[in-house]
């Protein structure tokens, strides 16, 4: 037994489902490159303020989740548990501004939260993201959801819900605020300890909150809709038309509020029926004013992040993995079969092909066993007598047919 293990809530990704990992990857990079995004590289850590600033010190993830340690100099340093406040730390620092407007980049990697694990979910899990800064047109907002849409076409998934809601702004929203609380504080006695701490700190997050007592008393709780301004109506109306001209089906969900203090207007989420209850693929937001708060230019911006972990279960249930395999196998008999053997498959390797080559200390007998676990579609036999022949025999392996091809 290795007396070696992962800690708790994190995990490998190990073939053959690092190629699946792969496909996800590079289809994101091909599909926002698409819509005009280019990669930026943020840190994996930052000074905790960034993220207490960013995200609000009343969230769970900030009172509960976030993995932060002193370093040697004293100073206090977390983990990235998302990666919208370092990219606007980072756009405000490297004075992307400069850069012509929109300005959209795309980020992807691990992101750290200490919560429970669960299927889809865990303590350093991966995340493929995007920003928009500029815009505060609707029109930024349904482009998104068209990338999307392009997106999980291409990967292959199927019967994903779109939910939006709009979650108003800071004319609108206290107000809003107000009433939940007002509503909440009736039934503070029934709510369940975590919404009891949300009453005062992060009234929205009642809204969001999975415990059934929680669900029941919510049902009744006013509407975001029923507060917001003109402008908040405007935006979310104009909206909804530009996503029924692209074909875009949607729900309005006024529940929808997500966990992060900095967003506003527009709030949504891509959800999957069949990964349990946490069925949130991807999701996210406009936050106009984080940019100002960071101590940049007033700057509109939308954003979101994709769960690799969920969309991957999704796609390996759906067998998506690349099921590529080597298209040649050397099998050598001897050194000199080795010498050319490499050479041959540096030329293979050149042209892109994924090639194998056999041990020459093994019998032909065992790298004919080693080519049929590999799933080689054809297995190259070089000995001896094929180099001094300049004649070498190919076997196919589906039908074990054989033909003899010019070694050079």
Known sequence: MNKYSTLKGVCDIVPPDDKLWDFIEEISKEVFSIYGFKNIRIPVIEYTELFKRGIGEGTDIVEKEMYTFSDRSGRSITLRPEGTASVVRSYIENNLSDLPSPQKFFYLGPMFRYERP?????????QIGAEVFGSSNPSTDAEIFSMLNMFLDKVGLTNTQLQINSIGCPICRPNYISSLIEFFSKHSDNLCTDCQNR????PLRLLDCKNEGCGIIKKDAPLITQSLCGECVNHHNQLKHLLDLQGISFIENPLIVRGLDYYTKTAFEITADHIGAQNTVIAGGRYDNLVHEFGGAKTPAIGFAIGLERLALLLKDKEMIDKKVPLIYFAILGDKALDKALLMAKKY?????????????????????KADKFNAESVIIIGENEINSGIAIKKRMNDGVQEEVNIN
């Open 199 to 202: 009453l005062q700190k992060n």
């Open 118 to 126: 669960q299927k889809g979910r865990y303590r350093q899990f991966y």
């Open 349 to 369: 390797r050149k042209e892109g092909l994924w090639v194998e080559i056999g041990n020459p200390s093994d019998s032909l007998k065992s790298q004919m066993k």
